[in-house]
Antibody, heavy 117, light 111 residues
Framework: QVQLVQSGAEVKKPGASVKVSCKAS????????INWVRQATGQGLEWMGW????????GYAQKFQGRVTMTRNTSISTAYMELSSLRSEDTAVYYC??????????WGQGTLVTVSS | DIVMTQTPLSSPVTLGQPASISCRSS???????????LSWLQQRPGQPPRLLIY???NRFSGVPDRFSGSGAGTDFTLKISRVEAEDVGVYYC????????FGQGTKLEIK
């Protein structure tokens, strides 16, 4: 069965970077896009960008351009999302979701990133 | 950017009764490939989102048939024929025709 398993919770100081991983199993990793979506506590869903694991091509929401980098390691079927220059407003749960295509069909369990001094 | 607007934002429903959520996009969601990438997601408390409906009206694997989607162009609807206790949560419409954007979410609760 398709599974996306994300890395554990992180606590970071303002100005630092965080890198969240998303390990895929149950399907061919390079055949489907990976999207990243975040959700602040009590708030709605916010799309951050996508990556094609086969080519490495990416597309980022304008809000995050310059601060987000999405990469992958195909040998271990894992996608990564790195967000830099963290501020308190980046405190949120970060999700990866498979794009099938342009339809987020399977989601990771989420990774809580807390930004606090 | 395409803006997605959901109504209502909160929906108290009696168990066994129907529920309906509307979603309107700021521009047509018909993609250049002819498909309309409008999905509905359910998020139960403390859980990640779960895909219910894709391309307007297609139920995802394992989704009960009491959930249905309809619409075209810029106006879309999610209907639950008979609400059950497990349906409590927040429902989001989402478009992927031009990047991805989500509606604000509709909280479904039991009266």
């Amino acid at each position: 069965q398709v599974q996306l398993v994300q890395s554990g919770a992180e606590v970071k100081k303002p100005g630092a970077s965080v890198k969240v991983s998303c390990k895929a199993s149950g399907y061919t990793f390079t055949s489907y896009d990976i999207n990243w979506v975040r959700q602040a506590t009590g708030q709605g869903l916010e799309w951050m960008g996508w990556m094609n694991p086969n080519s490495g091509n990416t597309g980022y929401a304008q809000k995050f351009q310059g601060r987000v980098t999405m990469t992958r390691n195909t040998s271990i079927s894992t996608a990564y999302m790195e967000l830099s220059s963290l501020r308190s407003e980046d405190t949120a749960v970060y999700y990866c979701a498979r794009g099938n295509p342009l339809t987020p069909d399977y989601w990771g369990q989420g990774t809580l990133v807390t930004v606090s001094s | 950017d395409i803006v997605m607007t959901q109504t209502p934002l909160s929906s108290p429903v009696t168990l066994g009764q129907p529920a309906s959520i509307s979603c309107r996009s700021s521009q047509s969601l018909v993609h250049s490939d002819g498909n309309t990438y409008l999905s509905w997601l359910q998020q139960r408390p403390g859980q990640p989102p779960r895909l219910l409906i894709y391309k307007i009206s297609n139920r995802f694997s394992g989704v009960p048939d009491r959930f249905s989607g309809s619409g075209a162009g810029t106006d879309f609807t999610l209907k639950i024929s008979r609400v059950e206790a497990e349906d409590v949560g927040v429902y989001y419409c989402m478009q992927a025709t031009q990047w991805y954007t989500f509606g604000q979410g509709t909280k479904l609760e039991i009266k």
